[in-house]
């Protein structure tokens, strides 16, 4: 089983509409949990990072984190074809360790 | 603003040559890491320093060694390249709160 999981999609949402992505994580000792957006022959770019349980905001943006179920989720609210690509979900451990999940694509059609 | 600098950013390798990634930070960050990213797969961890000195290894090390030789370089060597090695590699650097991403390095072994 790997340490973080995601489903790889492809995710299709017609634009404007909420696109909901999912992750789970093996290790209970996670401490930091991150979203990251990866375009096609692009690097990694953060988007959102989340630490507590709970729901963090930032604009169109929202993550979901329940350490009792070891899920985050990514919310993306009134989504645009300029969100289609890539969302990587990481896992950083005691030991500094960033583990990522194998990713969701993500296509917003217009 | 450099952030993290890889190089080459292509290389094209004969099955059991060797060669060396080099990566360097200019944002003093401690933590660094070396990932490989294969077509539709999310980022794979191969080594990963914490801080200047240590090293320890990730999900896919075997094929690979690392050197940190100072707080801003993490280099990576493939000893005897493999057809398997064929990637895009990823260096990072981070702080606790972002992981700040190199390039990539696309790396084809025939």
């Known amino acids: 089983q790997k340490e973080v999981e995601q489903n790889s999609g492809p995710l299709s949402v017609p634009e404007g509409a909420i696109a909901s992505l999912n992750c789970t994580y093996s290790?209970?000792?996670?401490?930091?949990f991150f979203w990251y957006r990866q375009y096609s022959g692009k690097s990694p770019e953060l988007i959102m990072s989340i630490y507590s349980n709970g729901d963090k905001e930032d604009g169109r943006f929202t993550a979901q984190l329940n350490k009792a179920s070891q899920y985050v989720s990514l919310l993306i609210r009134d989504s645009q074809p300029s969100d289609s690509a890539t969302y990587l979900c990481a896992v950083r451990n005691a030991g500094n360790m960033l583990t990522f999940g194998g990713g969701t694509r993500l296509m917003v059609k217009p | 603003n450099a952030g993290v600098t890889q190089t080459p950013k292509f290389q094209v390798l004969k099955t059991g040559q060797s060669m060396t990634l080099q990566c360097a930070q200019d944002m003093n960050h401690n933590s660094m890491y070396w990932y490989r990213q294969d077509p539709g797969m999310g980022l794979r961890l191969i080594y990963y320093s914490a801080s200047e000195g240590t090293t320890d290894k990730g999900e896919v090390p075997n094929g690979y060694n690392v050197s940190r030789l100072n707080k801003r370089e993490f280099s990576l060597r493939l000893e005897s390249a493999a057809p398997s090695q064929t990637s895009v590699y990823f260096c990072?650097?981070?702080?606790?709160?972002?992981?700040?991403f190199g390039q990539g390095t696309r790396l084809t072994v025939v």
């Open positions: 990072a650097s981070s702080e606790a709160l972002k992981a700040f």
């Open positions: 290790d209970r000792g996670s401490q930091s």
